[in-house]
């Protein structure tokens, strides 16, 4: 089992890797780590592979990965995989702790809590060039075997590597060739994405044929391709690109990043409005859909094709779902102020909601910053 995933990248910026393969690692910063659930690391056993996966609740790609990694953990445990989950660049124990109580045996494996500027933020992460999420750090005999950017930790990689030898060193050398795909994939990815803006169809075009002779089976193909369609105006192929998708899984995805693309196109009538019904409807039918965001785009949509109703119902569960104490950490603030206009009879742009999250991130920053800079108050006298 392959998960492809693109990674989430944090605010953090990491230097030059330092610790590579053959690197020892410092079984301290494990130690040191508060452990939310399983066994509290202790030493590496001779012979046994550690797979340190970090993420991060905030993380769309990590939580989806949950269920591999879990399974991987029941799978070669008794062959000598030592699996641990490391909850990175997060301050809220009590949310991680609460997340990974409601996972129960979704989420079996042991798991840490390491929060920011951690010993193994400090002495692992960052040595190993570390900025994004989900990804793993394996390890053997104390000494890194790999690192893994995209987490595409398969069945066949584990059984390789806990064979040792031979059979261990051509794994990870054809897995280092992978990685070293999937950063190409992921720069033409950006590529085409420039592309897009600019409605550069030809040049769209181009990208997708690499990117085909590179990895013909991405699950970002349909919906890049159903992109130049929708450059080209061939709304009508479009929609049937969408619909003949096989899986249901990948659908979902695609009419999202297409949702996406349309909520953000300021020419209200740059999409026809049967085009932009479909794609209302298929939205409207996702059930994973209380990611708050996501709502706030399908409410965006279902003002374009003027059911003002459903759009002021979409973007007041956009607040419900935002207040979640499960989800992922947004601010309130700007879905509120999103909520209250549609309700008052005017729809923000998507431009304007995003500058309203950036303002509330922003001064969210400097307020946390500013209190750590401010001094501690002079502890009250004893009471004897």
């Known amino acids: 089992m392959v998960l492809a995933t693109v990674p989430a990248v944090a605010q953090q910026a990491a230097p030059a890797p330092t610790l590579v393969a053959g690197s020892e690692v410092k079984i301290e910063s494990l130690i040191e780590a508060k452990w939310v659930q399983g066994e509290p690391f202790k030493a590496f056993e001779p012979g046994k592979i550690y797979m340190f996966e970090c993420w991060a609740t905030w993380c769309g790609p990590c939580i989806a990965s949950i269920p591999h990694i879990n399974e991987l953990h029941k799978k070669f445990y008794d062959k000598g995989l030592r699996l641990y989950g490391m ?19 979704g989420m079996s494996y042991p798991v840490a809590f390491t929060g920011r500027g951690s010993s193994f933020e400090i002495n692992w992460l960052k040595p190993a060039g570390v900025n994004s999420v989900p990804c793993a750090l394996i390890v053997k005999d104390g000494k890194l075997v790999l690192r893994s950017r995209f ?26 060739n992978g990685e070293q795909t999937a950063e190409k994939i992921m720069a033409l990815i950006r590529e085409f994405s420039l592309a897009s803006q600019k409605s550069d169809a030809a040049a769209m075009e181009k990208i997708i044929v690499e990117i085909e002779k590179t990895d013909p089976n991405m699950m970002q193909l349909p919906m890049m391709k159903i992109d130049i369609l929708m450059v080209r105006k061939e709304f009508a192929a479009a929609i049937k690109m969408l619909e003949e998708l096989p899986d249901p899984q990948q659908r979902q995805m695609t009419s999202s990043m297409v949702a996406g693309k349309i909520a953000s196109e300021k020419d209200s009538d740059a999409y026809p409005v049967d085009f932009v019904k479909t794609i209302v409807k298929d939205q409207e039918k996702i059930s994973a859909l209380q990611n708050p965001v996501g709502l706030v785009t399908l409410s965006s949509l279902q003002w374009r094709v003027d059911d003002k109703e459903a759009a002021l119902k979409s973007a007041k569960s956009a607040v419900t779902a935002v207040k979640d104490p499960n989800a992922r950490k947004f601010p309130v603030a700007p879905f509120e102020k999103f909520a209250k206009s549609v309700e008052d009879g005017t729809m923000p ?13 922003k001064a969210a920053h400097l307020a946390k910053q500013a209190a750590s800079a401010t001094p501690a108050a002079p502890a009250a006298p004893a009471v004897k």
């Open 87 to 105: 909850n990175i660049w997060e301050d809220d124990y009590a949310k991680v702790e609460n997340f990974v109580k409601t996972k129960g045996e």
């Open 151 to 176: 987490l595409d930790v398969t069945d066949e990689l584990i059984e390789a590597l806990l064979a040792g030898g031979e059979t261990s060193q051509k794994a990870v050398t054809e897995f280092e």
């Open 349 to 361: 742009t998507m431009e304007e909601f995003s500058q309203w999250m950036t303002a509330e991130l």
